[in-house]
């Protein structure tokens, strides 16, 4: 046996040591017994101690003592007591009942828990017990801190700011404070206020300063760095300009906030140097010479390396740019081709967060036009649900253009979300592309647009592409609820129409029409879903219509309805080819109600003259056919005409 592994055996043979933890009142040991008893206490009556055994049986002494077998190994001298020896007598431990409480001080002496351990004299001499050095003597409970704090001021005493509306008011007001000190204005970041509520008690800001020659870096590493990694809010002037100051929340109040502020400003000058290094070191190698190394990065597992995905994404974002007639097509390839170079600089290497707003800074420090370099950045807007969208439609179609390739490369593995786990932001994805498409107005179908990026993966699976189609869409139901009822959105999105901008004013006039005459608008949604209940009964049972014949029509009702047909299908005709003017389309349905309820009054559809049945349900497909592109009625939730 090495000598490493004689000593490890050494210390498993040791005698069981104890170590004084933390306070056993700390822990709320129940029948915890008075300060200064036998910290054995719980011994029963007459149990000796554990070292008391072994020493009554001549074990205890030699146990101790170890023997140096040469070669750096050493060995008990006694040998080894058996296993369970030492524990002989020893009570079984009482659980602790630990419920969230702490008592902060007051206490003369704390009987403490005992707990088998290796030494560490380092630790041993801090006797650290816990203690909040600002809380006031006695118990104080947490568990019910409302309750605290709605019946005294137990927590304010105690340091404790219980209300969250209260703590963030306290955060900004100490912000404010510390930003006048430092010459400035606190730069606006509801989203970082939020963070530090939820991490401090009773906050106090405190200003720090770092070096002017900072500011030479972008303000987005100035702000990263403050916000994302020390949770510093930045200071700016009254034009916006950042400032070489900063303000942190600190948890308690020191007699010298010179302390602190040497202590925050360290740690933030040590980043700062950091970020300086990586600008300095990233704009000696242009962003076009970095393409090289997309092509040794792997993009995903399955689809290829990062240069892969710079090809598909020109390839992309001009098939949007044919299909939209929107955006400058030359741009659109630049802007494509440098998006991800930024991705193999050591800024981004040390600061993720920063993708694409350093392949912005150093395009425009290479000369690239600033529409490019802003496309740059932009294609990843929207990063979430309250953030900005793309200002340019470089950026905005190579954003799609982006989103669309993961879409189509990940379903096509098999690896879309889950209910409880979405590893690769699809949902993300899906949302940025809807949220763009629709507030750009860009005309495109979107199975059109899916196949075109499942071919540059080199498939053309229709079933994935339906897959895909079905996650916008349930996405899209979500964006829309503030904007109409669950009905009229099921509805109009089960039309089997593919172009968003469509589907949102389909959706629009509906409501519009819904909410200006409900009643008839009722009656209308009841008489055409009467009509699909109808066909789909037919269907159902094998029968299919071939064509409606004017001249097998037998009642006036029929021939009043194939000719109001024809007269509505020009209106819908002219109202959507024009116009695109659905309110029109709708009002052209709206006349056809009456017609259609005469039908109904006076006529069998299915009449046992097979003959006459397949002719009016001809007619009725036909009407069917006219409005099924605005909305499918039978997803409606109305009464029955009357």
Not at 101 to 124: E, F, N, Y
Not at 509 to 533: C, Y
Not at 597 to 625: G, K, S, T
Request: glycine fraction near 10%; charge should be positive; charged fraction near 30%.
């Amino acid at each position: 046996m090495d000598g490493r592994g004689d000593q490890q055996g050494a210390r498993r043979c040791a005698p069981e040591r104890r170590r004084r933890g933390p306070a056993r009142e700390h822990l709320h040991l129940r029948d915890a017994a008075p300060a200064g008893a036998d910290r054995h206490r719980h011994r029963p009556e007459g149990a000796r101690h554990p070292q008391e055994a072994l020493r009554s049986a001549g074990e205890a002494g030699e146990a101790g003592r170890q023997v140096d077998q040469g070669g750096g190994g050493v060995r008990p001298q006694g040998g080894c007591p058996p296993r369970g020896a030492a524990d002989r007598g020893r009570p079984r431990r009482r659980r602790a009942a630990c419920p969230r409480a702490c008592r902060p001080g007051g206490a003369a002496a704390h009987p403490r828990a005992d707990h088998p351990r290796h030494p560490l004299p380092q630790v041993d001499a801090l006797g650290f017990a816990g203690d909040r050095c600002f809380c006031p003597p006695g118990a104080l409970d947490r568990r019910h801190p409302g309750r605290q704090a709605a019946g005294g001021e137990a927590l304010r005493t105690a340091h404790v700011l219980a209300d969250w509306a209260e703590r963030s008011l306290r955060i900004s007001e100490e912000v404010a404070r510390a930003a006048r000190e430092a010459g400035g204005v606190p730069r606006p970041d509801p989203e970082l206020l939020e963070t530090v509520t939820g991490l401090v008690e009773e906050p106090f800001g405190v200003a720090g300063y770092f070096e002017k020659e900072f500011l030479q870096l972008p303000p987005e590493v100035l702000v990263s760095e403050m916000r994302g990694h020390q949770k510093y809010f930045a200071v700016q002037n009254e034009k916006g300009e950042l400032l070489p100051a900063f303000v942190a929340i600190s948890n308690t109040k020191v007699r010298d906030p010179a302390v602190s502020r040497r202590g925050y400003e360290r740690v933030l000058r040590a980043r700062l140097s950091d970020g300086k290094f990586f600008f300095d070191e990233d704009r000696k190698v242009p962003l076009r010479s970095r393409l090289e190394k997309l092509g040794r990065r792997t993009f995903l597992q399955g689809l290829g390396t990062e240069l892969e995905r710079v090809q598909r994404l020109r390839e992309l974002s001009l098939w949007l740019h044919g299909a939209t007639g929107r955006g400058d097509p030359r741009q659109l390839a630049e802007a494509a081709e440098l998006c991800k170079a930024d991705l193999t600089t050591g800024m981004i290497g040390e600061f993720p967060e920063l993708q694409g707003a350093m392949g912005r800074v150093y395009a425009l420090h290479e000369g690239v036009e600033p529409a490019v370099a802003d496309a740059i950045f932009e294609h990843y807007l929207p990063r979430g649900a309250e953030d900005r969208l793309p200002s340019g439609d470089v950026g905005a179609l190579l954003g799609i253009a982006d989103r669309l390739d993961l879409l189509a490369g990940l379903f096509g593995l098999g690896k879309e979300p889950t209910g409880t786990a979405d590893p690769f932001g699809l949902r993300r994805a899906a949302l940025g592309i809807l949220r763009v498409t629709l507030a750009r107005g860009y005309r495109f179908d979107m199975d059109e647009a899916l196949r075109a990026a499942q071919k540059l993966y080199g498939k053309d699976d229709r079933s994935i592409r339906e897959r895909v189609w079905q996650f916008l869409l349930a996405r899209l139901e979500v964006l829309l609820r503030e904007h109409a009822q669950p009905d009229s959105i099921q509805a109009v999105l089960h039309t089997g129409a593919r172009d968003l901008v469509a589907l949102e004013k389909r959706l629009t006039a509906l409501q519009m029409v819904r909410e200006k005459s409900r009643a008839q608008f009722e009656a209308t949604a009841a008489a055409f879903k009467r009509i699909g209940n109808i066909l789909l009964q037919a269907q159902q049972k094998g029968i299919a219509p071939v064509g409606f014949q004017e001249r097998l029509c037998k009642t006036p009702s029929e021939k009043a309805l194939a000719a109001a047909l024809e007269q509505g299908r020009a209106r819908v005709s002219a109202a959507l080819a024009e116009k695109e003017d659905y309110l029109a389309a709708y009002a052209a349905l709206a006349e056809l109600r009456p017609v259609v309820d005469r039908l109904f009054d006076e006529v069998m559809v299915m009449d046992p003259d097979a003959a006459q049945r397949d002719n009016r349900l001809a007619l009725l497909r036909a009407l069917h056919e006219l409005f099924a592109p605005l909305a499918d009625f039978s997803r409606l939730q109305v009464e029955k005409s009357s």
